[in-house]
């Protein structure tokens, strides 16, 4: 990252990080400081949360639609569509203005990411699985933190991937797991599943290594549907007969009921774990075939990362997986992946990791926004 414009930026304004998907926003205060020549990332202790309310009668338009308003030039949207990019763009922006008000200051440097394929000038949302497109979207923001009395210190730049973010997130955080490797590979699991890369120590989004990877929802498991659609926590709640995830109590979730050891919880933690195994395996074969990659570890995060590293889930989900990728790559993988990733009869300690970070994607949507990597 930039130093010296971070340092900048953190000298004169409040620093606020902002994580976006088809159930709301949270934005998180920024800190960063210096010690022995280099920055130091962390949380503030403000941070807030606005859910999207859902519209009645939304939902994405199919994909090949989309591409082809897009070749065409012309998005046509309805009425639905419409009331939802407001909605997304409103709870957008009551996140941030409560962390401001919360900090008492005004003046404000924001970094966004948020799911999507994006415009070309990457301000906005162009192509969209679980949400509106919303081509204006970073425009749209800024008139209305404005409006609201907010001094945006400076253009809010690209709306970023949100597994590049969490990717930059693990880099920067003192206790982020891409720290300590030069190869690795992020995985998270919330609305969408988002990803993020390490190779030979650069961190970088599907953006650039298309289209030698396949992105999740391209590729598909055994049962025909996609490993976004098997590792995404909105098909979750809806096989266990959760419809408004905002209006239940913790104790109707899923991983309460499967901590409880309720049958069809932990058969549907039993499915997702095989299936993060399996699109794990698929993801060390595939960097290895195509850019000469071994992997050093692998980072689970988001909603599935809290999945991973809760001990009452341990033996059905975290150990589940263990237990699947090493079936997986004693009968698929080169020697070479082999030796590095399996010691006698387990895993190696530190490949498969569950991330502790709560907002890495906060962490690197600011980042990004505020001092991008030099080229």
Not at 124 to 144: C, K, M, T, V, Y
Not at 219 to 225: E, H, K, M, S, Y
Not at 248 to 271: K, Q, Y
Not at 320 to 343: G, H
Request: one cysteine or more; a negative charge.
């Amino acid at each position: 990252m930039n130093h010296d414009r971070a340092l900048a930026a953190a000298r004169d304004t409040l620093l606020i990080g902002v994580d976006g998907g088809a159930s709301g926003f949270r934005a998180h205060e920024v800190r960063i400081c210096e010690s022995g020549g280099r920055l130091h990332w962390s949380l503030g202790e403000h941070s807030a949360s606005e859910n999207i309310e859902p519209v009645e009668g939304f939902s994405p338009k199919a994909l090949e639609v989309q591409r082809e308003e897009v070749r065409r030039g012309a998005l046509e949207f309805s009425r639905e569509e419409l009331r939802m990019q407001a909605r997304w763009v409103h709870a957008a922006s009551r996140a941030i203005w409560q962390v401001s008000a919360a900090c008492g200051r005004d003046r404000i440097s924001v970094g966004i990411c948020a799911p999507g394929l994006k415009t070309p000038d990457g301000r906005g949302i162009e192509l969209a699985l679980n949400g509106p497109r919303i081509p204006d979207f970073a425009d749209d923001l800024e008139q209305s933190l404005v409006i609201g009395g907010l001094n945006v210190a400076q253009q809010i730049g690209r709306v970023v991937s949100d597994g590049l973010a969490c990717g930059h997130g693990e880099e920067l955080a003192e206790d982020g797991l891409f720290r300590s490797v030069r190869d690795a590979y992020y995985i998270g699991g919330g609305s969408g599943v988002a990803e993020a890369f390490k190779l030979a120590g650069k961190v970088q989004g599907l953006e650039q290594l298309a289209p030698t990877i396949s992105r999740a929802w391209q590729l598909r498991a055994a049962d025909g549907a996609s490993y976004e659609e098997h590792l995404s926590i909105g098909p979750l709640n809806r096989a266990f007969g959760l419809k408004r995830i905002a209006v239940v109590s913790p104790e109707e979730l899923p991983e309460t009921a499967a901590a409880r050891g309720d049958p069809r919880a932990v058969a549907l933690f039993d499915a997702m774990a095989r299936s993060l195994a399996e699109f794990c395996c698929a993801r060390i074969l595939e960097l290895h075939t195509t850019h000469g990659t071994l992997l050093e570890r692998i980072v689970i995060g988001q909603r599935l990362g809290q999945f991973f590293r809760d001990p009452r889930l341990e033996p059905i989900f975290a150990a589940r997986a263990r237990s699947v990728l090493l079936e997986q790559l004693r009968q698929r993988a080169a020697p070479e992946i082999f030796a590095a990733w399996i010691d006698g009869d387990e895993l190696r300690a530190g490949r498969l990791m569950g991330s502790s970070l709560r907002a890495a994607s906060a962490l690197g949507a600011l980042a990004l926004a505020i001092a991008p990597p030099q080229s």
